[in-house]
């Protein structure tokens, strides 16, 4: 019988996202393929502290904790670190785990990085001639008039948290307060009037990324925000009925912005789909991975079950790592 591949499932965090990446964490250890894989749950709470699966302090401190858990995370083959947000989607995690020599599923530190930073991924995308919304960065020192309907957020931030529609010139320093809560930068941009579409991109240990069926999200308000994407008030349409044009340019720039960050394994590029053509708003290189969430639903859609969707993911890691040339990160 072969042996079972231990994945250590890593979920929390530090972010505003900590509660979503617990959701995500113990999904997948959940619909792991048993016969396949040992999952050995991992949580960082919202304090740092890293512990077991029986939420147990791997020490007394950050630092303990953190030592105590690589000794543990080395007995694995493989981590699936299910973190979202800063200190974990950001790049953080992928650097720790290069640092240790540990094989992980997931984009590497600089995609990471450059994919959390929404700044830096306008200026990526511009750059390889994907749109994005017109707009400005903004610290606290910086004056910002209102001129026009506007989308504030955080630069570095998931979930949607700290953003806010802006249609007046009262709401527009409240605004400005909820997202510097998030960050010391903050993105200004024009709203964008289009349909959401989604389009999850997935690796093969070639290397070779597919798409899976695009995604359109449906809602009443007039911003996906953090109540609605998690209260269940969004609607989602699987496959988002669109033409050839549109579905051959959302995933030619999905594609294209994918490989211009240099993401890997897995990640979710969001649009809004104008007249004019996609308008980039942002990605994910670890998106919400409960089964009923956006990515597991696509591929599902595609006849890609769940358990096989994380089988791929775990399976394109190890393959790729022992190809020539292959890295441990």
Not at 166 to 171: A, D, F, L, N, P
Not at 187 to 212: F, N, Q, W
Request: aromatic letters at 6%; one cysteine or more.
């Amino acid at each position: 019988m072969t042996e079972r591949v231990r994945v250590a499932v890593v979920g929390g965090g530090q972010s505003a996202e900590h509660e979503v990446s617990l959701a995500s964490a113990a999904s997948v250890a959940r619909a792991l393929d048993p016969v396949k894989y040992e999952a050995v749950a991992f949580t960082i709470g919202r304090d740092g502290v890293w512990c077991d699966a029986e939420r147990r302090p791997f020490g007394t401190s950050q630092v303990d904790s953190l030592a105590g858990a690589l000794h543990a995370l080395a007995t694995c083959e493989v981590v699936l670190p299910l973190l979202h947000g800063s200190l974990g989607e950001d790049g953080a995690m992928a650097a720790l785990f290069e640092l240790a020599g540990l094989r992980y599923v997931g984009s590497p530190p600089r995609a990471g990085a450059l994919a959390m930073d929404k700044w830096a991924t306008k200026l990526v995308a511009e750059a390889v001639g994907v749109r994005t919304a017109p707009g400005r960065l903004v610290t606290a020192a910086d004056p910002v008039a209102f001129e026009r309907p506007v989308v504030v957020k955080p630069v570095a931030a998931g979930s949607s948290f700290g953003v806010r529609l802006v249609r007046t010139e009262e709401e527009l320093r409240p605004a400005l307060l909820a997202a510097f809560e998030h960050d010391d930068r903050v993105l200004v941009e024009h709203v964008v009037t289009g349909r959401e579409i989604d389009i999850a991109v997935l690796e093969d240990p070639s290397g070779t990324a597919r798409t899976g069926p695009p995604l359109e999200i449906l809602i009443d308000g007039p911003l996906f925000d953090t109540t609605t994407k998690y209260d269940g008030a969004a609607r989602f349409l699987i496959p988002a009925p669109l033409s050839d044009s549109e579905s051959t340019a959302l995933t030619t720039a999905a594609l294209r912005v994918y490989t211009a960050l240099g993401c890997r394994t897995l990640a979710r590029v969001d649009f809004f789909l104008t007249a004019d053509g996609p308008v980039l708003n942002e990605v994910n290189t670890m998106p919400g991975m409960t089964e009923a969430s956006q990515v597991p639903k696509m591929f599902a859609a595609a006849g890609l079950s769940y358990p096989d969707l994380l089988d791929h993911m775990i399976r394109a890691t190890l393959v790729k790592e022992a190809m020539p040339g292959g890295s441990l990160g």
